[in-house]
């Protein structure tokens, strides 16, 4: 990976650079039995039109907040990339009255609509389908408005990496700490760099599950193999998904 790359979207273009095809996030749902890949150039793609809409769809702007109350899914690594790629401040699991924008889902439907601003549902469903009829009251649906948006993204001012990128769990990142702090956790979870994979089954509502399911893999030139409901998993399954997927190391 680039070493003068300073913020998460600097990480995944450095990262589609070198190689596009390879994959980044792989995840699974232990209680539906879902499976999901992204390339490096898929997950890009999506960013890159998740960003679209904050900025065109929302007019989001740098130092805005956004709630993202959304469990460990790909949809969330996505939303994460997408928001250090327009310069808002990635809220996760954060009280939505005090957010800008709310990303919600579900479960986290009510507690959403104490935002005053605009809002997104995300139904996580399978291949990220829309919801059926519609989306619950108050929300949006993200599955419908973001294909409509552009496959390549360009803020419209240049983000600042010593501005606020992250919150979680009660603490604040720039985004050039994030990177730094990424880059730090590879090492002690086992990503030793480019091929290294990691399967996690933490939850994204802490830094070590932010770092594990999405950011040291990304900082490394790894990718992740994401699991949601693992303790749903059978330990014969867990055995035969590390060998399958070329696990090198674990985070649970």
Known sequence: MNATDRTPADLLRSALAADPARPLVTFYDDATGERVELSVATFANWVAKTANLLQDGLSAEPGDRVALLLPAHWQAAVWLVACSSVGVVADVAGDPARADFVVAGPGRFEAGLACRGERYALSLAPLGRRFVPAPPDGYADYAVDVP???????????VDPEAPAL????????????????????PVLGLTGPGSRLLSGLPYDTWEGL???LYAPLATGGSV??????DQASEETLTRRIDSERVTTTAW
Do not use: K, Q
């Not at 409509?148 to 240049?158: N, S």
């Open 167 to 186: 919150i979680v769990a009660g603490a604040e990142y720039t985004s050039a700490e994030l990177v730094e702090r990424a880059r730090a956790d590879a």
């Open 211 to 213: 770092s594990a399911g």
């Open 225 to 230: 193999v994401l699991c949601r409901n693992l």
């Open 148 to 158: 409509t948006h552009g496959d390549r993204f360009a803020p419209y001012a240049p």
